[in-house]
């Protein structure tokens, strides 16, 4: 290949990047779509796989009746092929939150099987923590504590070490593959979600479960793996049950051993108790003594009491005649007294001061007296020495009378003397000198003074003597008068005295008087005090005595109550004892029982095929396989239409150069080159960029939307090469195949041929025109679109088919849609007419029955008894696992309603079955035909098909009780109930009271399975609509591609329209009337083909479980076309502006 | 009174990305009602930007068209559409016939555009086509099928034939017998008709004659000496 070439190939991708890229997206559509379905089961089971395998997922899950301990787990460990063997507990608990019940389930967090992963937080670290549920709890939860509800029953809170636990993660647990968690017996019958707590979180001697892990070597779901634990399961069951086994006997024994203590220590107690009850019994009996001691004392007490009161009563009425109470009467008493008191003191007074004053008056009178008695006394002394003065006074007036005498005698002597002395003198006088004569005479006069002052003093003396004799005169008549009145005095002192002397007497014998009268009043009060007092204290003492008494009386009263309790306690206590003893015994006995019942231990061994989400997530995935089958096929083969006319119309626009090249001596070989390579590289990078972006995308949008489904972290994507390879393939056959056919005509075509302008297809009439009247009638553009239609005949070909296969593809989408809503209404609402379904342990009866009708009669609308067993069914072509469903029940048809195409199936005679439409199309059975049923490898029998019914959720065998019976050699034991509820019953509540009743195994609402259905049923529908989204754009490719194609053929006849004044509308309308027309020519070949794509698709994607109808709704059919024609308008509107934008000198170019 | 076509002073510019491409600068002329006008250039001069812009099929720069005193270089797309639709007959080159509709369909195709077309099969009776009315075009000789292309114009009635080197595609005898009915379609019924072609040996059977020259217009002439068709050699 030449450089030019390269370039010119390079040139024709640039110059019509919108083919090139319409090969690539279609390219790049079929494989994304081929890639992405075939690779999502593998990616799916992948991630899963890597999930469980990461987890380590048991392989086998082991139950026994009697659990396991570590010996037990130890055993199975050892077990051949085991790697790991670990005892779990787990056990449903009651939560409440905002007061509704909650059922969860407690898992213990085991290390090496079934290990959790973390989505959030960290692991437990101790036992009081736990991790939750991922699928359930919010993240928001951790650190938060959940509690065990103390409504949960005791055996379920014994499990607990703790009551509550601290949240410290959420967690996914490989046992919950499924959103669905599972039902339970516990609160409204459904698990809400799951805990792991650690070990120690556990109180509990036993493993409920134990888990086992083996080789990781083969596949899950694989006939390796299914064989390989088939194997391992035998041998594991047979350690298991020999160490299980030996326990129990140890139980047994030790059972035994315990009853053998339990009745000693029964027999020690009931001694014991025995003496006791008697020791108390003695008690009784002494206190009963001392009662009657008491009583008799009581009596005497009262009797004392009594005659306390009598003497009491006497006082009163001495103290108050008619008294109303001793009180009064003592008060009465005590005033009396204080009465008498006061008048004794007042009177003992009065005396005192009677006599206090008559003293007063003595001592006053003796005072009088003796100041008398002195008086006189001091008068008579007086007298006295008044008389013995006077006397001396006397004396000396005599003596001065007589010296007054003497001294007067001398005075008249002296005057004599000196009158003679004077005559003398008078006589000599004139004779005598003067001198001597004045001396004489001086003299003389000196003694003459002298004689008169003698003569005064004598005068004087004289005077005073005559005074004093008067006086001594007077003194001795007032010493006289003295003296009589002295002497009268006495006589008066001496009266008085008498008199004194008397009144003394008087008042002395009046004291002695009042004394002698107070001491006797004071006596006789004091007396009365005294009874008084003692009345007092008599009251007192009576009180008290009456207190002590009603005391006395209250106590024995109490003393008596309790002695009548005590009595009763010991009638109690004996009754009591009497009954634990019979108790005792009889659980002794019970247990004796009881052991001699105890059946050996039962073992379970479960695969994984017991665990809901490790199953269906198999039968889910399959789901998109059966899909990717045959979807791919049809969109390459419309790719490949694509590129082929994509190619034919490349190929034609280039004939020119083509024959160019050709007469220039390129070889056909080189030039044919260009076109593979064109078409091929956009093929090869449609192919590889479809096979990463789908592998990848198509996976992940599945597994996501399943995600709704199962909850398995992680995602891994797988390419394979061989598909690669395979897509690459068809991917070239598509786009180099179809170039190869476009170019074989132009290759074989001479170069000169080439170089002319192909003639352009010549216009011919169409059959239609010899239909003139109709013909006639249309209007002229129409005619035009019409033969233009026809013109192109390769182009209508390929415009109708590419829609047609678009239109099938939605309409299959939408019919898948539609095969698979509202099964779980058709299955539950119209066939199994039941809500809820009760497993029995043994045979229902009809006493259980009866039961049932009592306690919930009104909760139930209908119920049948029956027997659900599965089986297998061969027919002439296949066998197929089955359920056996087997009655006598008359209303067992109000139950199930047996219909095919809304005729009704009558419910099988004797000998005769009925069967699934499925089943019958699987195994090939027909109406009458004979088939083996089986139950067991052993036992098996040949029916005859009475009937055929629809059904769309597993396979059924309905048969009679008798026919069961006696098919298979056994008696007809029905241990399912089938109940409809009445309307407005909650089938929880009513399941989770069911699920309580005596010999209910278990209880399953059919709601969960509806919606395990539902769910199974909206993922499908997610595959859908990426179908419907790949066809879609499919549909979209398919018609801009055309469309576009048909434009670029017409450009030089649209530019010329244009030319001609054609309005853009009307251009529009020119071109895309055939368009559409063809449009609606696709659609209508199409419904038809999609009728039957669809019912191919549903064939193929049939899954066990689930019958699909064969249904596409009406408004499926509206909705395709709808579709197709958005997409036929939305290309239209694309295509107009294309148009638009045609040059009209497009038109003025010549003809290449 | 303007006259029936009246280019002034108009200029197209293309532009591609940053090439500017000046088609045409500053034309200036004028065409009379009934006239036979021939426009003629070199190849690239700018006669098919007149034509385009002359047609309705394009937008001018600058400058202004009128036509029968409309002034159509103001026109919208819907206005343009409708310029093409009553007023403008075209005849191609290469004669764009429809394929798949016969002689017949291919002017009514036209016709009935027109509310007051004349009918197709007289148009085609007057092309000389009335004995191949129902052949396809793919039946037809070249000269036949420009007369077609021909009656297609004419239908509708046109103010204005507009013919893009109607001879181009034939050989000389063909050619002149085309010349000759646009000719006569001119002389006969006052048809204004303006031949675009780059040869210039038509020009003397022309009344106007515009030459064009590297986008502009070179030179206007009347012809007073006018030339027989039949007389034209080239």
Same mark, same amino acid.
């Given at each position: 290949?030449?450089k030019t070439?390269?370039?010119?190939?390079?040139?024709? &991708?640039?110059?019509?990047?919108g083919r090139?890229v319409?090969?690539?997206l279609i390219?790049?559509?079929?494989v994304a779509?081929?890639?992405?379905?075939r690779?999502?089961r593998p990616i799916?089971?992948?991630?899963?796989?890597?999930? &469980?395998?990461?987890?380590?997922?048991?392989?086998?899950r082991l139950?026994?009746?009697?659990g396991?301990?570590?010996?037990?787990?130890?055993?199975v460990?050892?077990?051949?092929g085991?790697t790991?063997?670990?005892?779990?507990?787990?056990?449903d608990?009651l939560?409440l939150?905002?007061?509704e019940e909650?059922?969860?389930r407690?898992?213990?967090?085991?290390?090496?099987?079934n290990?959790?992963?973390?989505?959030?937080g960290?692991?437990?670290a101790s036992g009081d923590?736990?991790l939750?549920?991922a699928g359930?709890f919010s993240?928001?939860?951790i650190?938060?504590k959940?509690t065990?509800?103390?409504?949960?029953?005791?055996?379920?809170?014994?499990?607990f070490a703790?009551?509550?636990?601290? &949240?410290?993660g959420l967690?996914y647990?490989?046992l919950?593959l499924?959103?669905?968690r599972g039902?339970?017996?516990?609160?409204?019958?459904?698990?809400?979600?799951?805990?792991?707590?650690?070990?120690e979180?556990?109180d509990?001697?036993?493993?409920?479960?134990l888990?086992?892990?083996?080789?990781d070597?083969?596949?899950?779901y694989?006939?390796?793996y299914d064989?390989f634990?088939?194997?391992l399961?035998?041998?594991?069951?047979?350690?298991?049950?020999?160490?299980v086994?030996t326990r129990f006997?140890?139980?047994?024994?030790?059972?035994?051993?315990e009853?053998?203590?339990?009745?000693?220590?029964?027999a020690?107690k009931?001694?014991?108790?025995?003496a006791e009850?008697?020791d108390?019994?003695?008690?009784?009996d002494?206190?009963?003594?001392?009662?009657a001691?008491?009583e008799?004392e009581l009596r005497d007490?009262?009797?004392?009491?009594?005659?306390a009161?009598?003497?009491?009563?006497?006082?009163?009425?001495q103290?108050q005649p008619?008294?109303?109470?001793?009180q009064?009467?003592?008060d009465?008493g005590w005033?009396a007294?204080?009465?008498g008191?006061n008048?004794?003191?007042?009177?003992?007074?009065?005396?005192?001061?009677q006599?206090?004053?008559?003293?007063?008056?003595l001592?006053?009178?003796e005072?009088l007296?003796?100041?008398?008695?002195?008086?006189f006394d001091?008068?008579?002394?007086?007298?006295?020495?008044y008389?013995?003065?006077?006397e001396q006074?006397y004396?000396?007036?005599s003596a001065?009378?007589e010296?007054?005498?003497?001294n007067y005698?001398a005075?008249e002597?002296g005057?004599?003397q000196y009158?003679?002395?004077?005559?003398?003198?008078?006589?000599i006088?004139d004779t005598?000198?003067?001198?001597m004569a004045?001396?004489?005479?001086?003299?003389?006069e000196?003694?003459?003074q002298?004689l008169e002052l003698?003569?005064?003093?004598?005068?004087a003396?004289k005077?005073?003597?005559d005074?004093?004799?008067a006086?001594l005169d007077?003194q001795?008549?007032?010493l006289?008068?003295?003296?009589?009145?002295l002497?009268? !005095?006495? +006589?008066q002192?001496?009266?008085?005295?008498t008199?004194l002397d008397?009144g003394?007497?008087d008042?002395y014998?009046?004291?002695?008087?009042?004394?002698?009268?107070?001491?006797?009043q004071q006596?006789k009060?004091?007396a009365?005090?005294a009874s008084?007092?003692e009345?007092?204290?008599? @009251?007192?003492?009576y009180?008290?005595?009456?207190?002590?008494?009603n005391?006395?009386?209250e106590?024995?009263?109490?003393?008596?109550?309790?002695y009548?309790d005590?009595l009763?306690d010991y009638e109690?206590g004996r009754?009591?004892?009497d009954?634990e003893?019979a108790d005792a015994?009889e659980k002794?006995a019970d247990?004796?029982q009881?052991?001699?019942d105890?059946?050996d231990p039962?073992l379970?061994?479960?695969?994984?095929d017991?665990n809901t989400?490790?199953?269906?997530?198999?039968?889910?995935?399959?789901?998109?396989?059966?899909?990717?089958?045959f979807?791919?096929i049809f969109?390459?083969?419309?790719?490949?239409?694509?590129?082929?006319?994509?190619m034919?119309?490349m190929?034609?626009d280039?004939?020119?150069? @083509?024959?160019?090249?050709?007469a220039?001596g390129y070889?056909?070989a080189?030039?044919?080159t260009k076109?593979?390579l064109y078409?091929?590289?956009?093929?090869?990078l449609?192919?590889l960029?479809?096979?990463?972006g789908?592998?990848?995308l198509?996976p992940?949008?599945?597994w996501?939307?399943y995600?709704?489904?199962?909850k398995i972290?992680?995602?891994?994507?797988?390419y394979?090469?061989v598909?690669?390879?395979?897509a690459l393939?068809?991917?070239?056959?598509c786009?180099?195949g179809?170039t190869?056919?476009?170019c074989r005509?132009?290759?074989q075509s001479?170069?000169?041929?080439l @170089?002319?302008?192909k003639?352009p297809?010549?216009g011919k009439?169409?059959?239609l025109?010899?239909?003139?009247p109709?013909?006639?009638?249309?209007?002229f553009?129409h005619?035009?679109?019409?033969?233009?239609?026809?013109?192109f005949?390769?182009?209508?070909f390929?415009?109708?088919?590419?829609?047609a296969g678009c239109?099938?593809?939605?309409l299959?989408g939408?019919?898948?849609?539609?095969?698979?809503?509202?099964?779980?209404?058709?299955?539950?609402d119209?066939?199994?007419?039941?809500?809820?379904?009760v497993?029995?342990?043994d045979?229902?009866?009809d006493?259980?029955?009866g039961?049932?009708e009592e306690?919930?009669?009104?909760?139930?609308?209908a119920r049948?008894?029956?027997l659900m067993?599965s089986?297998?069914?061969?027919g002439?072509?296949?066998a197929?696992?089955?359920?056996?469903?087997a009655?006598?029940d !008359?209303?067992?048809?109000?139950?199930i309603d047996?219909?095919l195409?809304?005729t009704?199936v009558s419910?099988p005679g004797?000998g005769?079955?009925v069967i699934?439409?499925?089943l019958?199309?699987i195994t090939?059975?027909r109406l009458?035909d004979?088939v083996t049923?089986?139950?067991?490898d052993?036992?098996?029998?040949?029916?005859?098909v009475?009937g +055929?019914?629809?059904?769309?959720?597993y396979?059924?065998v309905?048969?009679?009780g008798?026919?069961?019976g006696?098919a298979?050699k056994q008696?007809?034991?029905?241990k399912t109930l089938l109940?409809r509820?009445?309307?407005?019953v909650?089938e929880?509540?009513l399941a989770?009271?069911?699920?309580?009743?005596?010999?209910?195994v278990?209880?399953?609402?059919?709601?969960?399975?509806?919606r395990?259905?539902d769910?199974?049923?909206?993922? $499908?529908?997610?595959?859908v609509?990426l179908?419907?989204a790949?066809?879609?754009a499919l549909?979209?490719?398919?018609?801009?591609?055309?469309g576009?194609?048909?434009?670029s053929?017409r450009v030089?006849e649209?530019?010329t329209?244009k030319v001609?004044g054609?309005?853009?509308?009307?251009?529009?309308a020119?071109?895309?009337?055939?368009?559409i027309? $063809?449009?609606?020519m696709g659609?209508l070949?199409?419904?038809p083909?999609?009728?039957?794509l669809?019912?191919?698709?549903?064939?193929?994607?049939?899954?066990?479980?689930?019958?699909?109808?064969?249904v596409?709704e009406?408004?499926?059919?509206l909705?395709t076309?709808?579709m197709?024609?958005?997409?036929?308008?939305i290309t239209?509107? +694309?295509?107009?502006?294309?148009?638009?934008?045609?040059?009209?000198?497009e038109s003025l170019k010549?003809i290449? | 009174?303007?006259?029936f076509?009246h280019?002034?002073?108009v200029?197209?510019?293309?532009?591609?990305?940053?090439v500017e491409?000046?088609?045409?600068?500053?034309?200036?002329f004028?065409?009379?009602?009934g006239?036979f /006008?021939?426009i003629v250039?070199e190849?690239?001069? #700018?006669? *098919?930007?007149?034509?385009?812009?002359?047609?309705?099929?394009d937008?001018l720069t600058?400058g202004?068209?009128l036509m029968d005193?409309?002034e159509i270089?103001?026109?919208n797309? *819907?206005k343009l559409e409708n310029?093409?639709?009553f007023d403008? #007959?075209?005849?191609?080159q290469?004669y764009?016939?429809i394929p798949n509709?016969t002689a017949?369909?291919?002017?009514?195709?036209?016709?009935?555009?027109?509310p007051?077309?004349?009918?197709?099969d007289?148009?085609?009776?007057?092309? #000389?086509?009335?004995?191949r009315?129902?052949?396809?075009?793919a039946q037809?000789?070249g000269g036949?099928?420009?007369r077609?292309?021909?009656?297609r114009?004419?239908?509708k009635?046109p103010?204005l034939?507009l /013919?893009?080197?109607p *001879?181009?595609?034939?050989d000389y005898?063909?050619?002149?017998?085309?010349?000759?009915?646009?000719?006569?379609?001119?002389?006969?019924?006052g048809?204004t008709?303006?031949?675009? *072609?780059?040869?210039?040996?038509l020009s003397?059977?022309?009344d106007?004659?515009?030459r064009?020259k590297?986008?502009?217009?070179?030179?206007?002439?009347?012809?007073?000496?006018?030339v027989?068709v039949?007389?034209?050699?080239?």
């Amino acid at each position: 290949m030449t450089k030019t070439l390269k370039k010119n190939i390079r040139r024709s &991708i640039t110059g019509s990047l919108g083919r090139y890229v319409a090969i690539l997206l279609i390219i790049m559509l079929g494989v994304a779509f081929l890639t992405g379905l075939r690779q999502t089961r593998p990616i799916m089971t992948a991630t899963e796989t890597d999930y &469980i395998r990461r987890t380590a997922l048991y392989d086998l899950r082991l139950l026994s009746t009697i659990g396991f301990d570590e010996d037990d787990v130890a055993a199975v460990a050892k077990s051949e092929g085991v790697t790991a063997a670990e005892g779990s507990i787990n056990a449903d608990f009651l939560l409440l939150r905002d007061d509704e019940e909650f059922v969860y389930r407690a898992h213990m967090l085991t290390g090496k099987i079934n290990t959790p992963e973390l989505a959030a937080g960290n692991m437990p670290a101790s036992g009081d923590e736990c991790l939750a549920d991922a699928g359930q709890f919010s993240e928001d939860m951790i650190g938060q504590k959940i509690t065990i509800a103390e409504i949960n029953d005791a055996d379920t809170l014994d499990l607990f070490a703790y009551r509550e636990y601290t &949240i410290t993660g959420l967690a996914y647990s490989p046992l919950y593959l499924s959103v669905e968690r599972g039902t339970t017996s516990l609160g409204n019958g459904s698990l809400s979600g799951f805990v792991l707590i650690p070990p120690e979180g556990f109180d509990s001697e036993y493993f409920t479960e134990l888990y086992v892990k083996c080789t990781d070597d083969f596949a899950p779901y694989s006939d390796e793996y299914d064989d390989f634990i088939e194997t391992l399961s035998d041998t594991v069951e047979a350690d298991a049950t020999l160490s299980v086994r030996t326990r129990f006997d140890d139980l047994v024994a030790d059972g035994e051993q315990e009853i053998a203590d339990a009745e000693q220590e029964l027999a020690d107690k009931e001694a014991e108790a025995k003496a006791e009850l008697d020791d108390a019994k003695r008690q009784l009996d002494d206190a009963e003594a001392e009662i009657a001691d008491g009583e008799t004392e009581l009596r005497d007490a009262k009797a004392e009491l009594d005659d306390a009161k009598r003497q009491l009563d006497d006082g009163a009425a001495q103290l108050q005649p008619g008294f109303t109470s001793w009180q009064g009467a003592l008060d009465a008493g005590w005033v009396a007294y204080y009465d008498g008191q006061n008048t004794l003191n007042s009177a003992i007074a009065e005396g005192r001061q009677q006599l206090a004053d008559s003293l007063t008056q003595l001592e006053e009178n003796e005072a009088l007296y003796k100041a008398g008695k002195a008086e006189f006394d001091a008068g008579l002394q007086q007298y006295n020495e008044y008389s013995a003065l006077w006397e001396q006074g006397y004396a000396q007036y005599s003596a001065g009378l007589e010296e007054y005498e003497q001294n007067y005698a001398a005075y008249e002597a002296g005057l004599a003397q000196y009158e003679a002395a004077l005559e003398q003198f008078n006589a000599i006088k004139d004779t005598l000198p003067p001198e001597m004569a004045a001396a004489q005479e001086a003299q003389l006069e000196e003694t003459r003074q002298t004689l008169e002052l003698t003569a005064a003093a004598l005068e004087a003396a004289k005077a005073q003597l005559d005074e004093s004799g008067a006086e001594l005169d007077a003194q001795k008549a007032q010493l006289d008068a003295t003296k009589a009145q002295l002497d009268e !005095s006495e +006589i008066q002192l001496s009266q008085t005295r008498t008199l004194l002397d008397v009144g003394w007497n008087d008042y002395y014998d009046g004291t002695a008087l009042l004394d002698r009268q107070q001491a006797e009043q004071q006596a006789k009060l004091d007396a009365a005090y005294a009874s008084l007092i003692e009345f007092q204290n008599g @009251i007192d003492s009576y009180n008290d005595g009456l207190k002590a008494y009603n005391e006395g009386v209250e106590s024995l009263a109490d003393g008596r109550a309790e002695y009548e309790d005590g009595l009763q306690d010991y009638e109690d206590g004996r009754a009591e004892f009497d009954t634990e003893i019979a108790d005792a015994k009889e659980k002794i006995a019970d247990a004796k029982q009881e052991l001699a019942d105890l059946s050996d231990p039962e073992l379970f061994v479960l695969t994984r095929d017991a665990n809901t989400g490790y199953v269906t997530f198999e039968n889910d995935s399959q789901i998109v396989d059966r899909l990717a089958s045959f979807f791919p096929i049809f969109f390459f083969l419309i790719a490949a239409l694509v590129c082929s006319t994509t190619m034919t119309r490349m190929v034609d626009d280039d004939r020119t150069q @083509i024959g160019t090249l050709r007469a220039l001596g390129y070889s056909r070989a080189s030039i044919l080159t260009k076109y593979l390579l064109y078409a091929g590289s956009a093929a090869s990078l449609g192919c590889l960029i479809g096979y990463l972006g789908g592998g990848y995308l198509f996976p992940l949008v599945i597994w996501t939307a399943y995600g709704m489904l199962y909850k398995i972290p992680g995602f891994i994507s797988l390419y394979d090469p061989v598909l690669f390879v395979i897509a690459l393939l068809a991917s070239l056959l598509c786009s180099a195949g179809t170039t190869y056919l476009a170019c074989r005509h132009e290759m074989q075509s001479t170069p000169a041929d080439l @170089i002319r302008p192909k003639a352009p297809e010549p216009g011919k009439r169409i059959l239609l025109e010899r239909v003139t009247p109709l013909w006639k009638r249309l209007k002229f553009l129409h005619k035009v679109t019409l033969r233009n239609i026809f013109r192109f005949k390769k182009r209508m070909f390929m415009m109708i088919l590419g829609i047609a296969g678009c239109t099938a593809l939605v309409l299959t989408g939408f019919g898948i849609h539609d095969s698979v809503a509202n099964i779980a209404n058709f299955q539950f609402d119209d066939i199994q007419k039941y809500d809820i379904s009760v497993n029995l342990s043994d045979a229902i009866t009809d006493d259980w029955t009866g039961e049932l009708e009592e306690a919930h009669g009104a909760e139930m609308d209908a119920r049948a008894v029956t027997l659900m067993a599965s089986g297998e069914l061969t027919g002439s072509t296949a066998a197929k696992s089955v359920y056996l469903l087997a009655s006598d029940d !008359s209303d067992i048809t109000s139950i199930i309603d047996l219909h095919l195409n809304k005729t009704p199936v009558s419910y099988p005679g004797d000998g005769e079955i009925v069967i699934t439409e499925k089943l019958a199309s699987i195994t090939g059975a027909r109406l009458g035909d004979t088939v083996t049923v089986s139950v067991s490898d052993t036992d098996k029998a040949a029916f005859r098909v009475a009937g +055929i019914t629809e059904n769309y959720v597993y396979n059924y065998v309905y048969m009679t009780g008798k026919t069961y019976g006696r098919a298979f050699k056994q008696a007809f034991e029905p241990k399912t109930l089938l109940l409809r509820t009445a309307e407005d019953v909650d089938e929880y509540s009513l399941a989770a009271s069911l699920s309580n009743m005596d010999d209910v195994v278990s209880v399953s609402v059919v709601s969960d399975t509806r919606r395990t259905i539902d769910k199974m049923m909206i993922s $499908l529908n997610y595959v859908v609509a990426l179908v419907l989204a790949c066809a879609g754009a499919l549909a979209f490719i398919v018609l801009f591609n055309l469309g576009n194609i048909n434009i670029s053929e017409r450009v030089r006849e649209i530019a010329t329209i244009k030319v001609l004044g054609f309005h853009s509308r009307e251009t529009g309308a020119y071109v895309f009337r055939e368009n559409i027309i $063809l449009s609606m020519m696709g659609i209508l070949c199409g419904l038809p083909l999609g009728v039957g794509l669809h019912a191919f698709v549903v064939a193929q994607i049939q899954v066990d479980m689930i019958s699909l109808k064969y249904v596409i709704e009406p408004t499926s059919y509206l909705l395709t076309v709808f579709m197709v024609v958005l997409f036929t308008v939305i290309t239209d509107i +694309i295509l107009r502006r294309k148009i638009a934008r045609i040059d009209m000198a497009e038109s003025l170019k010549s003809i290449e | 009174m303007s006259a029936f076509v009246h280019f002034e002073d108009v200029t197209k510019i293309y532009r591609t990305g940053d090439v500017e491409v000046r088609a045409l600068s500053g034309a200036s002329f004028e065409i009379e009602k009934g006239e036979f /006008c021939v426009i003629v250039g070199e190849s690239g001069a #700018g006669k *098919t930007t007149l034509l385009n812009i002359l047609g309705g099929m394009d937008t001018l720069t600058s400058g202004r068209v009128l036509m029968d005193g409309v002034e159509i270089s103001s026109f919208n797309r *819907t206005k343009l559409e409708n310029y093409r639709r009553f007023d403008i #007959g075209f005849v191609f080159q290469f004669y764009n016939l429809i394929p798949n509709l016969t002689a017949l369909e291919n002017v009514e195709i036209a016709a009935q555009l027109c509310p007051e077309h004349i009918p197709a099969d007289e148009v085609l009776r007057a092309v #000389g086509l009335g004995h191949r009315m129902d052949n396809f075009p793919a039946q037809l000789s070249g000269g036949e099928q420009q007369r077609v292309s021909i009656a297609r114009a004419l239908a509708k009635k046109p103010k204005l034939l507009l /013919c893009d080197e109607p *001879t181009g595609a034939l050989d000389y005898e063909t050619g002149k017998s085309i010349l000759k009915l646009l000719q006569d379609t001119c002389r006969r019924d006052g048809m204004t008709v303006v031949i675009i *072609t780059h040869n210039a040996a038509l020009s003397a059977m022309a009344d106007r004659i515009i030459r064009v020259k590297s986008g502009q217009i070179h030179s206007v002439r009347l012809n007073d000496h006018i030339v027989p068709v039949e007389q034209i050699e080239w």
